[in-house]
């Protein structure tokens, strides 16, 4: 049901704007215009003609990257960072590595909004508080774009580990629906591992412009390889294709015979692929091109921007449903090239932002639209107008991650941790839904269609569980009133009648697993966490990489499972357990590392550097003469 439209008289171009609701109304232009079928062509062409002609960076410059997080940052002017090529920004000979705590924080607070969003809080992101519309799931596929470039891992071994927060994720969501109605398991066991999946794909496609864009890096004045050629006729082979058969209007929904499959995932995360198919595979595989392209051609800080503005010019442009959500090809391919060839002015942006931040959040307020309601990203709003400010946001927003400028520190080391804990809680989210309405069902009363309504916790009028998905099959007609499909009456779902729910222990296995061999290598590949100027006194750092495990992995499938909020209580309730086990693991491994035992040398040593400082701090005392 649609939000009441604005009365004209109170639509201005600033705050009140035509829009009420994203998804309802006729927007101002769509792919099947003319204007549309002749704008993407020229857009991608007059990107891909801008590639070409900018200026390049010819002079060798070594800048190692590895398979970690803890990136070789040149202490001094100039830092190849930057990508300005200016003399103040030439390394100096002894690099220091910096984490990237960005990265992780990012990662940490989108899985954190998700798990709210899917686990009954999506009045949230509905009302777009805090702007979480236009950075959540951005966020999400450029931290995952830099970390497949941090990976020093095969591409087999990157994927199989994929493949096992998958089926982890998979995993409990199935037993979260069987427990309830066995009839809706196929349809609802992706859910938000349909992200992963994404990923798997994404990384096999652009493992080839991974390896191109690391050897442009440390090539920037050599030929292009026939195999890059090679690469880049391919994607733009497949391009021009696509491109084709957008422009020339065909059906491809007749001829591919999938106008009834179209109309059964209309609502899913493959509605662009199916019902946009020419224009959305046009424009992936234009953006693989794009990238190509540039790496033949030479490496250019600008290759970043010009991306972006490709991306963001086309969303403006040419709106439709799902275009940018829930698949963001072209912001992995941001992300990897943003991480490889650093922004052009990156330094300079940080700089100006980390002083006026404040003027940039008030920008940021003003360009926001107040009175729209809905999910904008998943369905674009009416005018170009509007659309222009609500993707100008985001394009700053994602700004900020492309120059570092949100990067910070982690004193009390509580990233890793956290990390662990919600990738596991991405996972977990369904159960945990579907046992709190076993366990503490919800007032509900029937509405004329004969469908279950949960008016207490805040879902929609006509959503059995209340959780926004539609999903409205949650009786599971055994007749034992547990609630769990199996019939033995327990509510613990094993089918045995004791309630003892022996797969308990498969989930804390996989948990364990987890924190041992994905929450260090899933999203970031952390093979190497060796920084020079990291402690971990507290123990929080193997503390977050348990906690992004436990989100990621579990926190749907608990919120099926239990009701409206006890789910997310459940998932937020983890934390201090996260960090607990962190302490534990992080006290037992200095314990068993050998102590240094005092001797004449270190005694020396320490009279020495008492010394030093006590001179020091009297030099600095002496007044100026």
């Not at 009420?20 to 006729?26: I, K, L, M, S």
């Not at 079928?37 to 800048?63: D, G, N, T, W, Y």
């Not at 499959?261 to 794009?290: D, H, I, K």
Request: charged residues 20%.
């Amino acid at each position: 049901m649609c939000k009441d439209e604005i009365p004209l008289q109170y639509v201005n171009w600033l705050y009140s704007t035509p829009t009420a609701q994203c998804g309802c109304g006729e927007r101002d232009n769509d792919p099947r215009t003319p204007f549309s079928r002749a704008f993407m062509p020229m857009l991608f062409v007059s990107a891909a003609a801008l590639l070409l002609a900018v200026k390049k960076e010819r002079a060798e410059r070594h800048q190692p990257k590895n398979g970690s997080s803890d990136v070789t940052h040149h202490v001094g002017p100039d830092d190849p960072g930057s990508g300005s090529g200016s003399a103040e920004d030439t390394p100096k000979a002894n690099p220091k590595r910096v984490r990237l705590y960005h990265l992780d924080f990012a990662r940490i607070a989108c899985v954190a909004c998700v798990v709210s969003e899917h686990s009954g809080g999506s009045e949230f992101s509905a009302h777009n508080w805090v702007w979480v519309q236009q950075w959540v799931v951005p966020f999400l596929y450029l931290v995952s774009g830099i970390s497949f470039m941090l990976s020093r891992s095969s591409i087999w071994t990157y994927e199989l580990r994929l493949f096992a927060v998958l089926l982890v994720g998979c995993g409990a969501n199935a037993v979260a629906y069987f427990a309830l109605n066995a009839s809706s398991l196929t349809l609802y066991v992706p859910y938000q591992m349909g992200y992963v999946m994404v990923l798997m794909i994404l990384c096999l496609w652009t493992f080839p412009l991974k390896k191109a864009l690391i050897w442009r890096a440390e090539n920037p004045s050599a030929p292009a390889t026939i195999q890059l050629r090679l690469l880049t006729a391919f994607w733009g082979i497949l391009s021009l294709g696509f491109f084709v058969l957008y422009v020339g209007g065909w059906d491809h929904l007749e001829l591919l015979h999938l106008t009834s499959f179209a109309e059964a995932n209309r609502q899913s995360a493959l509605a662009a692929p199916v019902l946009e198919m020419p224009l959305f595979f046009a424009r992936t595989f234009g953006f693989f091109f794009l990238a190509c392209l540039t790496c033949c051609s030479g490496k250019t800080g600008l290759a970043t921007w010009i991306l972006m503005a490709v991306s963001y010019t086309a969303h403006v442009f040419v709106p439709y449903d799902s275009g940018s959500h829930p698949i963001g090809a072209d912001l992995f391919v941001i992300g990897m090239v943003s991480f490889q060839w650093p922004a052009k002015f990156k330094k300079r942006i940080a700089d100006v932002v980390r002083q006026y931040w404040m003027v940039m959040m008030a920008i940021v307020l003003l360009t926001s639209n107040p009175m729209v309601y809905g999910r904008c990203d998943l369905m674009p709003l009416n005018t170009t107008w509007e659309r222009l400010r609500y993707r100008a946001i985001e394009f700053a927003l994602v700004s900020l991650m492309v120059t570092d400028t949100l990067n910070s520190r982690d004193s009390h080391g509580v990233t890793p941790w956290l990390n662990m804990w919600s990738l596991t809680t991405m996972n977990m989210k369904m159960m945990k839904m579907e046992m709190t309405n076993m366990i503490v069902p919800t007032s509900t009363t029937d509405d004329d269609d004969g469908n279950v309504c949960h008016h207490a916790d805040g879902g929609d009028a006509d959503d059995a569980d209340g959780d926004d998905d539609d999903d409205d099959d949650d009786d599971d007609g055994d007749g034992d009133g547990d609630g769990d499909g199996d019939g033995d009456g327990d509510g613990d779902g094993d089918g045995d009648g004791d309630g003892d729910g022996v797969w308990w222990w498969r989930w804390w296995w996989w948990w364990w697993w987890c924190d041992g061999n994905l929450g260090n290598g899933i999203m970031n590949d952390d093979e190497d966490d060796d920084c020079d100027d990291d402690t971990d006194d507290n123990g929080v750092i193997s503390m977050y990489g348990g906690m992004f495990a436990w989100a990621y992995c579990f926190h749907v499938a608990l919120a099926r499972m239990l009701p409206l909020p006890y789910g997310a209580a459940v998932t937020y309730g983890a934390v201090p357990i996260f960090y607990l086990f962190s302490r534990l693991r992080h006290r037992r491994g200095r314990l068993e590392q050998p102590q240094e035992l005092p001797t004449e040398d270190t005694a020396q040593r320490d009279v020495n550097v008492q010394m030093a400082v006590t001179t020091l701090a009297s030099d600095s005392e002496q007044p100026d003469v």
